[in-house]
């Protein structure tokens, strides 16, 4: 007896406290669709895509970011301020802790940012929608940033390139959020009348007044593999119509294969794609081999 209590109390509590030592947190990720355990430094290196299963993960907007310009540098464009949290709104935490959390978490101002520079030698002005903040909700902040993309755009005369990832309107904001959708339709209205090419990329998921305002208003629109993409999720529309869905229904390729998108294209081949996209829109010469 007193042989099982030396092991149940000091060698099992020190083979614990070994095994934590040299196995530190993070280090490993399961593939949300193979199950597979693989070597984070494995899946960054990768830009967040899982070898093997190729199952494509979110990408942080700063990485998303120099994985796409020249070199990773470029020109960060500052973000118009907003009222912080006009509404007062608390539910289990108050907004503005939430909006401060967020913030320590991701290191961003708000859900979208934008960035100027040259992808492939094509001077682009990018946005990012990043979906660690807030889910990538679109309140007054994201709303403002959108905007400003696609006026930076208007003033460099370049393409503009939306990468989109959302879980839809910020509820904490209200109607402000709300007015959001029509605000970012007006500014990609002015795309338009400057004839600049507008692209965007939908990542995982984009879903609710994100999809319903400038997510879906691109000249081209692209999705990254197995992304979700529509309005309301499919377990609310299963239980709205009572039916069971289609296979893959609201994923990146049943959405190709019905006309709701153009392209699906790889994480890897997204830098070559978009500039090879933006010369053609824009009647540039292809670039020298």
């Not at 010369?279 to 081999?289: D, F, K, S, W």
Request: aromatic fraction near 6%.
């Amino acid at each position: 007896m007193e042989t099982m209590n030396w092991i149940s109390n000091v060698v099992r509590p020190k083979i614990r406290s070994f095994l934590k030592r040299d196995t530190p947190q993070n280090l490993w990720i399961k593939c949300p669709e193979s199950g597979q355990l693989v070597f984070a430094k494995d899946v960054e290196a990768n830009l967040n895509v899982i070898p093997g299963s190729d199952y494509h993960m979110r990408l942080a907007a700063v990485a998303r970011l120099k994985s796409m310009f020249d070199d990773g540098v470029y020109e960060d464009i500052a973000l118009p301020e907003v009222p912080l949290d006009p509404l007062k709104f608390r539910d289990e935490k108050r907004y503005v802790d939430r909006l401060r959390d967020a913030k320590t978490k991701t290191q961003l101002v708000d859900a979208v940012k934008i960035a100027f520079g040259q992808v492939e030698g094509v001077k682009l002005t990018i946005g990012v929608q990043d979906f660690d903040f807030m889910g990538g909700s679109l309140g007054m902040a994201a709303g403002e940033a959108i905007i400003k993309g696609m006026e930076t755009a208007v003033a460099k005369k370049t393409p503009f390139v939306l990468f989109a990832s959302s879980g839809g309107a910020r509820m904490q904001e209200g109607m402000f959020s709300l007015m959001q959708m029509p605000r970012t339709t007006v500014a990609v209205r002015r795309l338009r009348e400057a004839k600049l090419p507008y692209i965007v990329v939908l990542a995982n998921p984009t879903t609710g007044g994100v999809t319903a305002s400038y997510a879906m208003l691109g000249d081209i629109h692209i999705a990254e593999p197995g992304a979700l993409i529509g309005f309301a999720g499919p377990r609310v529309i299963e239980q709205t119509i009572r039916e069971k869905l289609p296979e893959g229904f609201q994923r990146s390729e049943f959405l190709k294969a019905h006309g709701m998108v153009d392209m699906v294209v790889h994480r890897h081949e997204m830098k070559a794609t978009i500039a090879r996209l933006c010369r053609i829109l824009a009647h540039a010469p292809a670039r020298a081999a």
